[in-house]
C-alpha cells in the first residue's frame, strides 16, 4: 500500500521560515505534490516534484528525495494568511490513478 | 476561466436516504477526480473519469456509491441508501495534462448522514 507520513501540526511565527516535512511509502512512485487548503476550503495545488532536487515557486519551495523518500515544503517569509493545513501527496501513476494524500499539516502562524 | 463547481455545498440527509452530488470540471478538462474526507482522516480517493470513462474507480468503498459522466462533462456522484459513515466532505477535481500538472479542487460538497 501507500502512506504518507507528516506532522500533524506546526506553529511558526510571522516573517520566518518554516519546513513542513513528508515521508512515503509507496510502489510504483511518480512523483510528490503539495495542497494547501484553508478551513472550509478546497484543496489548492502548490508544487510537484517529479525528480530530485528543490522547487521554488515564489515564497514556497518544495524538495524531494527519492533515495530517502522524503521531501518538505519550505515557507519563506511567513504570513498570517499562510495559516492553514498542507498536504503532501503521492501521485503513483499507477494502479491507483489518483492522489494518495497525507493527513495534512496544520500550520499555525504566531505574530 | 470558472473552477471546478459542486452542488450542492451542504447537504444534511437521514440515513436510508438518497444523496446525488454534482461537479462541474473546468472546460476542457478530461480527468476528473472525486476525493472524500471523513472527519479526523486524510483525502482519499475515490475515481478517476478520463472524458466519460472511468479509469480507476479502486477508492470506491462499496455499491452503494454510484458515480457517471455522461457525455465527459460534469459527473455525479450518488450514495444509495446513505449510511452514517457516508459523512465528511466530497471534493472533485480536474485537471488537463494529468496529476503531475496540479488537480483544480471545487470547494467540496459537505454531507451529512444523521
Known amino acids: 500500500g501507500q502512506s504518507l507520513e507528516q506532522p500533524s501540526e506546526v506553529t511558526a511565527v510571522e516573517g520566518a521560515i518554516v519546513q513542513i516535512n513528508c515521508t512515503y511509502q509507496?510502489?510504483?512512485?511518480?512523483?510528490l505534490s503539495w495542497y494547501q487548503q484553508h478551513d472550509g476550503g478546497a484543496p489548492t495545488f502548490l508544487s510537484y516534484n517529479g525528480l530530485d532536487g528543490l522547487e521554488e515557486t515564489g515564497r514556497f519551495s518544495s524538495f524531494l528525495s527519492r533515495s530517502d523518500s522524503y521531501g518538505y515544503l519550505l515557507l519563506q517569509e511567513l504570513q498570517m494568511k499562510d495559516s492553514a493545513s498542507y498536504f503532501c501527496a503521492d501521485y503513483s501513476g499507477g494502479g491507483a490513478d489518483g492522489l494518495t494524500f497525507g493527513k495534512g499539516t496544520h500550520l499555525i502562524i504566531q505574530p | 476561466e470558472a473552477g471546478v463547481t459542486q452542488f450542492p455545498s451542504h447537504s444534511v440527509i437521514e440515513k436510508g436516504q438518497t444523496v446525488t452530488l454534482r461537479c462541474d470540471p473546468i472546460s476542457g478538462h478530461d480527468n476528473l477526480y472525486w476525493y472524500r474526507r471523513v472527519m479526523g482522516k486524510e483525502i482519499k480517493f475515490l475515481l478517476h473519469?478520463?472524458?466519460?470513462?472511468?479509469?480507476?474507480e479502486s477508492g470506491m468503498p462499496n455499491n452503494r456509491f454510484l458515480a457517471e459522466r455522461t457525455g465527459g462533462t460534469y459527473s455525479t456522484l450518488k450514495v444509495q441508501p446513505a449510511e452514517l459513515e457516508d459523512s465528511g466532505v466530497y471534493f472533485c477535481?480536474?485537471?488537463?495534462?494529468?496529476?503531475?500538472?496540479?488537480?483544480?479542487f471545487g470547494q467540496g460538497t459537505r454531507l451529512t448522514v444523521v
Open positions: 509507496t510502489s510504483g512512485f511518480y512523483g
Open positions: 477535481a480536474s485537471s488537463q495534462v494529468g496529476l503531475a500538472g496540479g488537480a483544480f
Open positions: 473519469f478520463v472524458k466519460e470513462s472511468k479509469q480507476d
